[in-house]
């Protein structure tokens, strides 16, 4: 049974950092693309980031970029995404999700969710 456990969302307020982690089991974690999605209310579920099996390719929505940072440990099981300068405009539940397709900026490309942490950013 696949399980992508969330961690790290909070209140926090504009220019400062959070740092959300993704604990996986389940799986073979160095076999999938390991992605973070986010969902405002409503709005539909938008890529943010997203890292390659051995973390050698990131990939960002234009609106992080420079502010966000996806890492992985293969050795744990676990992506973090390291959020800087947050803004506003980036309070959203933060899903982490994994998928052994090609494609890494897609929803439907992910097999695997978790259930999301809150991430709120006073102004």
């Known amino acids: 049974q696949v399980q992508l456990v969330e961690s790290g969302g909070g209140l926090v307020q504009a220019g400062d950092s959070l740092r959300l982690s993704c604990a996986a089991s389940g799986l073979t974690f160095s076999n999938y693309v390991m992605g973070w999605f986010r969902q405002a209310p409503g709005k539909e579920r938008e890529f943010v980031a997203a890292?390659?099996?051995?973390?050698?390719?990131?990939y960002y929505t234009d609106s992080v970029k420079g502010r966000f940072t996806i890492s992985r440990d293969n050795a744990k099981n676990t992506v973090n995404l390291q959020m800087n300068s947050l803004k506003p405009e980036d309070t959203a539940v933060y899903y982490c999700?994994?998928?052994?397709?090609?494609?890494?900026?897609?929803?439907?490309?992910?097999?695997?969710w978790g259930q999301g942490t809150q991430v709120t950013v006073s102004s």
């Open positions: 999700a994994a998928t052994s397709r090609v494609g890494v900026r897609g929803r439907y490309e992910y097999e695997y």
């Open positions: 890292i390659s099996w051995t973390g050698s390719s990131t």
